[in-house]
């Protein structure tokens, strides 16, 4: 991947993608960035062999000395984090006693040189995927390390993730309740992501994790039975696909016929039999 040597496109590139950048620096540049809630800052200083939050440097850390600074975006981690892993950890349930510095050993300082230089070699194909796995290794390494300091953090790792699985299981059931109100209107990935303020890759991701299913494979499913619902009631097919969200005449009825096994009017000439 691409290695940044100075901050400002670094930032920048981790505000555009919503993902992460790294910057290694040789210069006394500043290394504190106002980027606000766009992305999380974190810098290792060979000055000392510590790992720093930007916000949290003094001037000697800016010295002339190797300084290697990592931006990522909070969603970007979210999209990986698990019940059992939240990766944000490090930058939003720290314990209040770190000052937000850390000393690192010997063998600390290898393992995060080691993942630094693994994400600068070049690679050909698939080097975006591998860029991807590579900075996930990077991200635990810096949570454990966190941990490892403050041993009783650990229950809060736990705290957190379950609080966060509820947390999960609610906006799932918003959704779905949403999904459930809105089956006439047309309902995109984009228009869900917008409504409920989260990526759509996310999105799609908790959704399945959640119903075991995606979320159009969804959709249709419920505009399915809602349709037969309607049929059985005396609608007829036209006014059935309309009620039921179907943009398109002929894509609902390929869509019954396929679910059902018969045509949107056979299943209606049964159910009022």
Same mark, same amino acid.
């Given at each position: 991947?691409?290695?940044?040597? =100075?901050?400002?496109?670094?930032?920048? $590139?981790?505000?555009?993608?919503?993902?992460?950048?790294?910057?290694?620096?040789?210069?006394?540049?500043? #290394?504190? @960035?106002?980027?606000?809630?766009?992305?999380?800052?974190?810098?290792?200083? #060979?000055?000392?062999?510590?790992?720093?939050? @930007?916000?949290?440097?003094?001037?000697?850390?800016?010295?002339? @000395?190797?300084?290697?600074?990592?931006?990522? @975006?909070?969603?970007?981690?979210?999209?990986?984090?698990?019940?059992?892993?939240?990766?944000?950890?490090?930058? #939003?349930?720290?314990?209040?006693?770190?000052?937000?510095? =850390?000393?690192?050993?010997?063998?600390?300082?290898?393992?995060?040189l080691?993942?630094?230089?693994?994400?600068?070699?070049?690679?050909?194909? %698939?080097?975006?995927?591998?860029? !991807?796995?590579?900075?996930?290794?990077?991200?635990?390494?810096?949570?454990?390390?966190?941990? =490892?300091?403050?041993?009783? !953090?650990?229950?809060?790792?736990?705290?957190?993730?379950?609080?966060?699985?509820?947390?999960?299981?609610? &906006?799932?059931d918003?959704?779905?309740?949403?999904?459930?109100?809105?089956?006439?209107?047309?309902?995109?990935?984009?228009?869900?992501?917008?409504?409920?303020?989260?990526?759509?890759?996310y999105?799609?991701?908790?959704?399945?994790?959640?119903?075991?299913?995606?979320i159009? &494979?969804?959709?249709?499913?419920?505009?399915?039975?809602?349709a037969?619902?309607?049929? $059985?009631?005396?609608?007829?097919?036209?006014? #059935? =696909?309309?009620?039921? %969200?179907?943009?398109?005449?002929?894509?609902?009825?390929?869509?019954?016929?396929?679910?059902?096994?018969?045509?949107?009017?056979?299943?209606?000439?049964?159910?009022?039999?």
């Amino acid at each position: 991947m691409l290695i940044y040597d =100075s901050l400002q496109p670094a930032m920048r $590139a981790c505000v555009e993608t919503r993902t992460f950048a790294i910057a290694r620096l040789y210069n006394n540049e500043k #290394t504190m @960035c106002d980027c606000g809630q766009d992305c999380c800052e974190v810098c290792f200083s #060979t000055a000392a062999d510590k790992v720093y939050e @930007c916000h949290f440097l003094s001037p000697a850390d800016q010295a002339q @000395c190797l300084r290697i600074v990592i931006f990522v @975006c909070p969603d970007y981690l979210g999209q990986f984090s698990t019940e059992h892993t939240d990766l944000s950890y490090c930058f #939003t349930c720290r314990d209040p006693l770190w000052d937000h510095r =850390s000393g690192m050993t010997g063998e600390e300082r290898k393992r995060f040189l080691y993942f630094i230089h693994k994400l600068s070699q070049e690679r050909g194909y %698939g080097q975006d995927v591998l860029d !991807q796995a590579g900075f996930l290794e990077l991200v635990i390494f810096l949570n454990g390390f966190v941990i =490892s300091r403050y041993p009783r !953090q650990s229950c809060a790792v736990r705290d957190a993730a379950q609080g966060a699985l509820r947390s999960r299981h609610a &906006q799932i059931d918003e959704i779905l309740d949403y999904i459930d109100r809105h089956l006439a209107e047309r309902i995109s990935i984009p228009a869900l992501s917008a409504q409920f303020y989260i990526s759509g890759s996310y999105l799609s991701r908790i959704f399945k994790d959640a119903t075991g299913t995606t979320i159009n &494979q969804y959709i249709i499913a419920k505009r399915i039975s809602h349709a037969e619902v309607l049929l $059985a009631d005396g609608h007829s097919v036209a006014e #059935t =696909s309309s009620l039921c %969200g179907f943009g398109d005449y002929s894509n609902f009825l390929k869509a019954f016929t396929r679910a059902v096994g018969i045509s949107p009017k056979k299943y209606a000439s049964f159910a009022r039999c």
